[in-house]
């Protein structure tokens, strides 16, 4: 376990960082073998399949994510606090909460996935397998919450390491698995998603005996589910507020994907190929920013408030010392990059998706800084138990989503929602609307989160407290 709120915060970023960077490259790693085996073994139509169906994936995955974040804030605020009996009594509400919510989410999926593959506009040549595909991932739920949760108390506490390596272990498995169940025993997409929910589970296990092994401080007894009204809802107030959150902004992506994939497969496949890369080149981010919430919990607990402005600002430092390299390596390899998912590249049609999926990440990744800004003081606010402002930005992102589909998709597109797989923003026609609807809108809410983010921090106190101010 690892104090934060003693040492240099820059080193302590850095060092806490690093860890939850290499698992986020390790769980993409075996995402991304997904997509390369599914494209080389099944084509871009599987590819697209699985594509289709990512703002849900993605929506499943964040509700979950969100939720162990927000409850693990409230962890690492009794942890900087050294109030390590209300800690595990956090924890087992965690527990309790989350595990509910998660059965409520299988439930929903398998009941209602027809009419919301059919409202996703999926066309009939990729239905079944987008089917087949997001019912798997569903069904593992259960094992991705398992790892979540854990991991999340761990880093709450400061220990991003053991997490790392037990991801490495299930990631090299993955990828095993990938290469058994699609082109040996010809699963299909139904067999990554197997692979993936395989190696989540094998994640969870071994993080639960390393907790059971050498995190005694952080199991549960029976006598530690103890709910009070003031503490239910403090807990939910921090869980849910970030799912809320995070789910917001899914719910928005599902509206965009519906709007994507009227364009037909050539411009999906594009779009989940980028969308891929895209998610590698802000790992950076999410590393920095998991640390920055970490960051700011534990010393708020420890009511060391000159140590969170000082944090914060060697956060952004690093942030914004990424979005020049990201900058750099996608317009330098971006093609290459994207070549490594798409086949038949040097097909009339493969071409065309390599440049349209190109055209979108160099758009993207040119309004980094606005993102990095933007990512940063939101986890900052979250860390200082400040979640209403971030909700607020996600709820105007998925307002802006809405208008894209809407206005800016037909206002390229012309009358028709037209367009197709080329370079230019001519021949992309409508879909151009997606590709700058990002970028106008990380502008427009990093602004509004600086004018706010600056304002919180300067009503905080001056000086630091002699003890934590955290409730009983």
Request: hydrophobic share 55%; glycine share 8%.
């Given at each position: 376990?690892?104090?934060?709120?003693?040492?240099?915060?820059?080193?302590?970023?850095?060092?806490?960082?690093?860890?939850i960077?290499?698992?986020?490259?390790?769980?993409?790693?075996?995402?991304?073998?997904?997509?390369?085996?599914?494209?080389?073994?099944?084509?871009?139509?599987?590819?697209?399949?699985?594509g289709?169906?990512?703002?849900?994936?993605?929506?499943?995955f964040n509700?979950?994510?969100?939720?162990?974040?927000?409850?693990?804030?409230?962890?690492?605020?009794?942890?900087?606090?050294?109030?390590?009996?209300?800690?595990?009594?956090?924890?087992?509400?965690?527990?309790?909460?989350?595990?509910?919510?998660?059965?409520?989410?299988?439930l929903?999926?398998?009941i209602?996935?027809?009419?919301l593959l059919h409202?996703?506009?999926?066309?009939?040549?990729?239905?079944?397998?987008?089917?087949?595909?997001?019912?798997?991932?569903?069904?593992?739920?259960?094992?991705?919450?398992?790892?979540?949760?854990?991991?999340?108390i761990?880093?709450?506490?400061?220990d991003?390491?053991?997490?790392?390596?037990?991801?490495?272990?299930?990631?090299?498995?993955?990828?095993?698995l990938?290469?058994?169940l699609?082109?040996?025993l010809?699963?299909?997409?139904v067999?990554?998603?197997?692979?993936?929910?395989?190696?989540?589970?094998i994640?969870?296990?071994?993080?639960?005996?390393?907790?059971?092994?050498?995190?005694?401080?952080?199991?549960?007894?029976?006598?530690?589910?103890?709910?009070?009204?003031?503490?239910?809802?403090?807990?939910?107030?921090?869980?849910?507020?970030?799912?809320?959150?995070?789910?917001?902004?899914?719910?928005?992506?599902?509206?965009?994907?519906?709007?994507?994939?009227?364009?037909?497969?050539?411009?999906?496949?594009?779009?989940?190929?980028?969308?891929?890369?895209?998610?590698l080149?802000?790992?950076?981010?999410?590393?920095?920013c998991?640390?920055?919430?970490?960051?700011?919990?534990?010393?708020?607990?420890?009511?060391?408030?000159?140590?969170i402005?000082?944090?914060?600002?060697?956060?952004?430092?690093?942030?914004?010392?990424?979005?020049?390299?990201?900058?750099?390596?996608?317009?330098?390899g971006?093609?290459?990059?994207?070549?490594?998912?798409?086949?038949?590249?040097?097909?009339?049609?493969?071409?065309?998706?390599?440049?349209?999926?190109?055209?979108?990440?160099?758009?993207?990744?040119?309004?980094?800084?606005?993102?990095?800004v933007?990512?940063?003081?939101?986890?900052?606010?979250?860390?200082?138990?400040?979640?209403?402002?971030?909700?607020?930005?996600?709820?105007?992102?998925?307002?802006?989503?809405?208008v894209t589909?809407?206005?800016?998709?037909?206002?390229f597109?012309?009358s028709?929602?037209?367009?197709?797989?080329?370079?230019?923003?001519?021949?992309?026609?409508?879909?151009?609307?997606?590709?700058?609807?990002?970028?106008?809108?990380w502008?427009?809410?990093?602004?509004?989160?600086?004018?706010?983010?600056?304002?919180?921090?300067?009503?905080?106190?001056?000086?630091?407290e002699?003890?934590?101010?955290?409730?009983?």
């Amino acid at each position: 376990m690892r104090d934060l709120t003693r040492g240099r915060p820059i080193k302590l970023i850095i060092t806490f960082a690093l860890p939850i960077l290499l698992g986020s490259l390790f769980q993409q790693a075996y995402s991304l073998a997904d997509i390369i085996i599914i494209g080389q073994n099944l084509g871009n139509d599987s590819i697209a399949a699985v594509g289709a169906t990512a703002p849900v994936v993605s929506l499943l995955f964040n509700i979950i994510n969100g939720l162990v974040t927000g409850f693990a804030i409230v962890v690492a605020e009794y942890f900087g606090a050294d109030n390590y009996p209300e800690m595990r009594r956090t924890i087992a509400r965690m527990l309790v909460f989350s595990g509910t919510m998660v059965a409520l989410m299988i439930l929903g999926v398998v009941i209602f996935i027809e009419p919301l593959l059919h409202a996703l506009d999926i066309s009939d040549a990729i239905f079944k397998e987008a089917q087949g595909y997001l019912l798997i991932v569903a069904l593992g739920l259960v094992v991705t919450l398992l790892y979540n949760f854990e991991a999340g108390i761990l880093r709450a506490v400061g220990d991003s390491v053991v997490p790392l390596v037990i991801l490495v272990i299930s990631t090299v498995l993955n990828i095993g698995l990938d290469i058994l169940l699609v082109p040996v025993l010809k699963m299909g997409v139904v067999g990554a998603a197997l692979a993936t929910v395989a190696a989540q589970a094998i994640s969870a296990a071994v993080c639960l005996v390393y907790l059971i092994k050498r995190r005694p401080i952080l199991l549960v007894k029976r006598t530690d589910f103890v709910f009070t009204a003031e503490s239910a809802s403090r807990l939910l107030a921090a869980g849910f507020g970030m799912a809320l959150m995070y789910s917001i902004v899914d719910i928005g992506s599902i509206v965009l994907q519906n709007g994507i994939n009227g364009f037909g497969e050539d411009i999906i496949t594009a779009h989940t190929a980028a969308r891929k890369i895209f998610s590698l080149t802000i790992m950076p981010f999410s590393a920095v920013c998991a640390t920055l919430v970490t960051f700011c919990s534990q010393n708020r607990g420890a009511g060391k408030y000159t140590r969170i402005r000082k944090g914060i600002r060697d956060g952004l430092l690093l942030m914004l010392g990424w979005a020049t390299i990201a900058v750099l390596v996608v317009f330098l390899g971006g093609r290459s990059l994207i070549g490594m998912i798409v086949t038949d590249i040097d097909t009339p049609e493969g071409a065309a998706i390599v440049d349209t999926a190109v055209l979108y990440m160099r758009w993207s990744v040119s309004f980094y800084y606005c993102l990095a800004v933007l990512l940063g003081l939101r986890s900052s606010l979250q860390g200082l138990g400040k979640s209403l402002v971030p909700i607020i930005c996600s709820i105007i992102e998925l307002s802006w989503k809405i208008v894209t589909v809407a206005v800016m998709i037909p206002l390229f597109g012309g009358s028709e929602k037209s367009g197709a797989a080329g370079k230019t923003i001519e021949e992309i026609g409508g879909y151009f609307g997606v590709v700058i609807s990002e970028p106008i809108i990380w502008t427009v809410c990093a602004v509004m989160i600086a004018v706010i983010a600056i304002a919180t921090l300067h009503r905080l106190p001056r000086e630091d407290e002699p003890a934590a101010a955290v409730q009983q």
